[in-house]
């Protein structure tokens, strides 16, 4: 297969990347090597693609309509797998127009690239956020997300209906991914779990927002890229699999959640990160940020049911791992 991906210096992208090439499939990435966190991580992450034959790619932001247009001609993928957004809640609160150019605007550069030279699948990320806030009961495809309380969430929610619209004008088989907090080694600085890691080792306080009331469901990368990899081979066509799916009744377009299926508490995070590191944390409690849900979980069974595929990475072993790799890398 040809897939070109966005976001391939990202966290996500550089997994997945990594994943296709050690299968023997062609990649091409698309990266502006935003600023938002450390570049140098990003250009590393890309170094390591780069010394495979089979990778090659384009410093190229999505706002550049002729050069998003240009790349996916020239390389004219089987699959597009697009990954490349500004993320961060509270980053969005801050700059929610930066957010509707690249999230938004962006995304409908790469839509239209795709209306003369079309892919065979269109994976695209969009994230737990569009839920809005918790209900403390997994949360299901088939429910409403009207109620976004940032604007990352609305433009998440925005990119998936534009490419619903896309997928029903002109045949594009689309499906979206409804990511849940994704951790892992080679993680986002800007995230909760390297940044409390590199507290702790630092012996600096860590910040708990919500006074440790918030829950999320945590999904390993590992099996975030499995799950990724085999929806990739689940063309959403003209019949829906079963009751549960998220089929559109008018386009092959369908959202899939990604999670482990089993929240977890902020304070019991933190104990898993302190048994991980050998060391205690210290911790300063502060309010909710605006912006944030207080609870995440996922209903994963539309996922188990496409692709036969359940994450179970326990958060121990996750944790375990990041912080390995987090040592091994700091030396
Ligand atoms: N990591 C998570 O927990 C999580 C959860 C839900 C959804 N998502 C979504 O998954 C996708 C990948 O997330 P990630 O964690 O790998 O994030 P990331 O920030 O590590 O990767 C995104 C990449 O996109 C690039 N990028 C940003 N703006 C760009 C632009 N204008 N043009 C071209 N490239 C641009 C960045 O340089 C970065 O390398 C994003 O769409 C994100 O919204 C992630």
Known sequence: MKVFITGSA????????????????TVFGLDSFSPYYDVNLKRR?????????????????????????????????????????QAGVRASIDDPLGFVSTNVTGTMHLLEAMRTHRPQHVVMASSSSVYGTGSGVPRRESEST???????????????????????LFGIPVTCLRIFTAYGPWGRPDMALLKFIGAIEAASPIDIYGRGAM????????????????????????????????LSPVAPWRVVNIGNGSPVGLLDF??????????????????????????????????????????????????????????????
């Open 45 to 85: 992450r890309h170094a390591m693609l780069a010394a495979e034959s089979a990778f090659s790619a384009t410093e190229c932001a999505l706002e550049d309509r002729a050069r998003v247009t240009e790349a996916v001609a020239a390389f004219e993928p089987d699959v597009v797998v697009h990954l490349a957004a």
């Open 215 to 246: 829950k999320r469901d945590f999904t390993f990368v590992d099996d975030l890229v499995e799950s990724i990899r085999r929806l990739i081979d689940v063309v959403p066509g003209q019949a829906r699999v079963s009751a549960l799916d998220s």
């Open 270 to 331: 933190v104990e898993t990160i302190e048994r991980a590191m050998g060391r205690k944390a210290v911790e300063t409690y502060l309010d909710m940020q605006p912006g944030d849900a207080t609870d995440t979980w996922a209903d994963i069974a539309l996922l188990e049911e496409l692709t036969g595929y359940r994450p179970a990475t326990s958060l121990a072993e996750g944790v375990e791992r990041t912080v390995r790799w987090y040592r091994d890398q700091r030396g």
């Open 146 to 168: 009207d109620i976004p309380i940032s604007p990352y969430a609305a433009t998440k929610k925005a990119a998936e209906v534009l490419s619903h619209s896309h997928a029903h």
């Open 10 to 25: 990202g966290f996500i992208g550089f997994h997945l990347a990594r994943r296709l090439l050690g299968e023997g499939h």
